[in-house]
């Protein structure tokens, strides 16, 4: 009996653009972001701030090598965030009505930067907050671990109190699906394109 669902953020509930940040750090006077910036997940300081790695601070100091001398720390969280474009309504709308029948969750590969600011405020534009719309979350930069790695679904269960044959995780990442399978949870790859409230219906919920 599916009592849980599990949702990965950007991709499913929010809609993101890789190369909008790419374009942003381009501007800034990065020559390389494309090396850093991945569509499923980051690497260099980008991937040590999103797996808890590094704080904030150590993430700005370890960029300034990259960019001009001129860039501040403001500059950089806001290319950053450009990976985020929003959540549309219709979605936060859906959350809702799921959360009448089912305790509903995030997991994310996220970092501190956007988790904080622009997740965040998402989350505001119909008058509530992110607890409006979902039971609780599990992060990667607070669990120092990221998906597809067993423990950040291991750390899911725990802090939530969820079991995976209890629920059904959705995430835009075939990887991130078929880890989580592994470990028995039911999973429904949210495809580009696709949505998740069409997809759930094929199960019934």
Not at 11 to 29: P, S, T, Y
Not at 129 to 147: C, H, L, N, R
Not at 162 to 179: G, H, R, W
């Amino acid at each position: 009996m599916i009592k849980n669902l599990l949702f990965d953020l950007g991709g499913v509930i929010m809609d993101i653009d890789r190369n909008h940040c790419v374009e942003a750090f381009k501007k800034l006077g990065m020559k390389n972001p494309d090396s850093f910036l991945g569509e499923y997940s980051q690497t260099g300081p980008f991937g040590d701030l999103e797996s808890g790695k590094i704080t904030v601070d150590e993430f700005h100091n370890a960029l300034r090598p990259f960019l001009p001398a001129s860039v501040t720390d403001e500059q950089m969280d806001a290319a950053f965030s450009d990976f985020l474009l929003g959540i549309p309504e219709s979605r936060l709308n859906a959350l809702k009505e799921l959360r009448k029948k089912y305790k509903v969750y995030i997991l994310s590969n996220t970092n501190p930067i956007m988790w904080h600011n622009r997740i965040a405020t998402e989350f505001t534009k119909q008058g509530g907050d992110i607890s409006t719309y979902i039971d609780g979350a599990v992060t990667s930069f607070e669990e120092k671990t990221m998906k597809p790695d067993d423990g950040i679904f291991i750390a899911a269960c725990k802090k939530l109190n969820i079991k995976p044959e209890e629920t059904v995780f959705l995430d835009d990442s075939l990887a991130n699906t078929q880890a989580a399978a592994a470990l028995g949870f039911d999973t429904i790859h949210v495809a580009p394109g696709t949505e998740f409230t069409d997809l759930l219906k094929t199960k019934g919920i």
